[in-house]
């Protein structure tokens, strides 16, 4: 290729010069004509000079067939010089086309065996990633959720301050009110389906029962309510679903990457208009860090009691998806 690319030198017409040669040739030619028929011809001098105007035609007549030779000369020249350069590109091409077909038959085992290289790291990475997927997933396929655990820790009673007399007063003793369960919890933070949904009703109103529980409830009900006059609905959410790790994460503290996957919101729309409202609606924006934080204590009392299966089920709450949509948009999982 390197002796082919040396022969294509520059572009040198054939003959180079002929044109001149034979302009100059009949421009002699001419002029030796024209000075034999003014001193040849008797009277033809004078007649040429006597007057302005036949001196001007007699030069016209002598110098235009000079002008049309040479320019004639001038053009062929050109042409040629384009067909010179005409014919080098047409044997460049021709050279480049030869090394592109050539090339893929040359380098078709090396390619092959990179692109079987490739797909073997592919494989060996997929089979990889299953594997820890597996394992991940393993544990959270235990039985249902539980209906007689209680989903949140007890709170420990303050001690007794002894120095207080304690006054002989006789209160009525009720029935014990039985926490609630971690079905019951779960159920209530996904709130009752419809107006018919009398079990997700009286679920609802246990939870409310509990302290914490129905302050969490109830910040949930405000931001959902805010969220549904931009028109985002929990139910046309469909976040990924974080693993039971990632939750128990985040209620050991930890922030960042390892706890990223809480964020997994994909819907543009909703996180635009949030983080739209976020930013320009101080309501809002007081409403939201409210429920975030009270999110985050209970998530803090109900993850030491849940299992992995349960936490993923918590995870498809609409409480839990409003969390997920916010506590991006807000960073708290930064």
Request: aromatic share 6%.
């Amino acid at each position: 290729m390197s002796d082919q690319n040396q022969s294509l030198g520059p572009a040198k017409p054939n003959n180079s010069g002929a044109e001149t040669r034979i302009a100059l040739a009949l421009t002699l030619f001419w002029l030796l004509a024209c000075c034999l028929y003014i001193f040849g011809v008797p009277n033809a001098l004078a007649e040429a000079t006597a007057s302005l105007l036949t001196l001007m035609i007699t030069f016209m007549a002598m110098f235009f067939p000079v002008i049309v030779i040479w320019t004639v000369a001038y053009v062929s020249n050109s042409v040629r010089i384009m067909q010179a350069e005409t014919n080098v590109l047409r044997a460049s091409m021709d050279q480049i086309k030869t090394v592109l077909a050539e090339k893929p038959a040359m380098d078709d085992g090396s390619l092959k065996e990179q692109l079987a290289e490739i797909t073997a790291l592919t494989q060996q990475t997929d089979s990889r990633l299953n594997a820890l997927a597996e394992q991940q997933t393993a544990p959270t396929e235990s039985g249902p959720i539980r209906t007689d655990a209680a989903a949140l820790a007890e709170k420990t009673p303050e001690p007794e301050d002894l120095s207080q007399t304690k006054l002989p007063l006789q209160t009525p003793t009720g029935p014990e009110r039985m926490p609630i369960t971690v079905a019951e919890f779960i159920k209530a933070l996904n709130f009752p389906e419809n107006a018919e949904d009398k079990e997700g009703f009286r679920v609802l109103r246990r939870a409310f029962e509990e302290r914490e529980l129905g302050k969490l409830l109830q910040a949930s009900q405000d931001v959902l309510t805010l969220l549904s006059q931009d028109g985002i609905y929990m139910d046309d959410l469909n976040p990924d679903k974080p693993l039971p790790t990632v939750w128990r994460r985040f209620a050991a503290g930890q922030r960042g990457l390892t706890v990223s996957a809480l964020g997994g919101i994909r819907d543009r729309s909703a996180l635009t208009l949030a983080k739209t409202r976020l930013k320009n609606d101080p309501v809002f924006r007081d409403a939201t860090h409210h429920f975030l934080r009270k999110f985050d204590q209970i998530l803090i009392e109900f993850e030491p009691t849940a299992e992995d299966s349960e936490l993923l089920e918590m995870s498809q709450t609409r409480t839990a998806r409003a969390f997920m949509l916010l506590g991006r948009v807000a960073g708290s999982f930064d």
